[in-house]
């Protein structure tokens, strides 16, 4: 049975509502806006009716009041006035009201309105649900092709096949460590895994050498980054999802690329992703190399920590590879 709370100063029109409604809704009757915010505080109310004239708190200030709360935002709204000129209901219906029922009350336009108002309502409910359920399909598919779309990069490369994945998973536990809500951890998870996304655009000549780069090839990879950034700017559904590709290669000290950030200059995202990424190539073996072992490359890390890498960030990673290693 829905919840209908009424606010009005009158006892009269109090108790003739409660007499109209109490046979289809639970009915809870309120003197004022303060004893109405109180039992609010216990009930939430399905519709809310409204006397628009209150001494102490009026009916638009307690409409206003309650539509800043997150909790109440939600909740329908009808006026209750004697003044039914039309530029008094236009104003209630411009500031959010879902209808206006004009003084004295008509048990019929009551009922009906109540009614109709809690029907919508319904309706609204039941869209918005089909909706967040279409979005977590649309999420899950978006979250799919990128995914897909790490396994493509290091496909190009079989020295670095499964990278993306594990940088993301190194990415999700630092972010975990430093108390990050399970949402934003598994958010990192997928910045992580398109970090190298930009490679599509590098040259198969330059991706795949057998031996060390250039100077000039080693120009044209520092360029992946700013590709990576530009394929995703468009993004939305991810927020720093463009900033963890294009600044993972900055380092602590100002000496990296493409914009030489510092410090807290660089996003923390893409700080975490830097110590994720090195540690997972240092360990990884190439053509022209084999791969360091844990403790050699957590002791490059600790060298390098305040110089290419934000040194908390170390640290947590550290407590991450301590706890795997017990």
């Not at 084999?290 to 050699?296: A, F, L, S």
Request: include cysteine; charge should be neutral.
């Amino acid at each position: 049975m829905h919840k209908i709370l009424i606010v009005d100063d009158s006892k009269t029109v109090l108790n003739q509502i409660m007499i109209l409604l109490k046979k289809y809704y639970h009915v809870f009757p309120a003197l004022s806006g303060s004893l109405a915010l109180k039992i609010m505080e216990h009930q939430t109310p399905d519709l809310i009716l409204l006397d628009l004239m209150m001494p102490e708190m009026d009916g638009k200030e307690f409409f206003l009041k309650i539509h800043k709360e997150k909790k109440w935002s939600d909740i329908p709204v009808i006026f209750l006035t004697s003044d039914t000129e039309d530029k008094t209901e236009a104003e209630c219906l411009n500031i959010g009201a879902y209808d206006f029922i004009g003084k004295p009350i008509v048990t019929e336009v009551l009922l009906s309105r109540v009614e109709k108002t809690l029907e919508l309502t319904g309706y609204r409910k039941e869209l918005q649900k089909k909706l967040d359920e279409k979005t977590r399909q649309i999420e899950t598919a978006y979250l799919q092709t990128m995914a897909a779309l790490a396994h493509t990069i290091d496909a190009k490369d079989p020295d670095t096949n499964g990278h993306s994945r594990r940088v993301a998973g190194y990415t999700k536990q630092i972010a975990q460590s430093l108390g990050w809500s399970e949402q934003d951890s598994e958010n990192a998870y997928f910045i992580a895994l398109l970090h190298d996304i930009g490679k599509i655009g590098i040259p198969d000549a330059v991706l795949k050498k057998q031996n060390r780069l250039t100077d000039k090839e080693y120009e044209l990879m520092k360029k992946h980054p700013a590709i990576g950034a530009d394929i995703l700017k468009d993004i939305k559904m991810l927020d720093g999802l463009s900033n963890g590709t294009l600044y993972h290669h900055e380092r602590f000290d100002g000496s990296g690329y493409p914009s030489g950030l510092k410090g807290d200059e660089i996003p923390l995202i893409a700080r975490i992703i830097s110590v994720a990424d090195t540690y997972d190539a240092m360990t990884s073996t190439r053509c022209y190399r084999k791969g360091m072992g844990q403790e050699t490359a957590l002791a490059e890390l600790k060298k390098q920590s305040g110089r290419q890498f934000d040194p908390k960030i170390v640290n947590q990673f550290l407590k991450i590879t301590d706890n795997l290693k017990s």
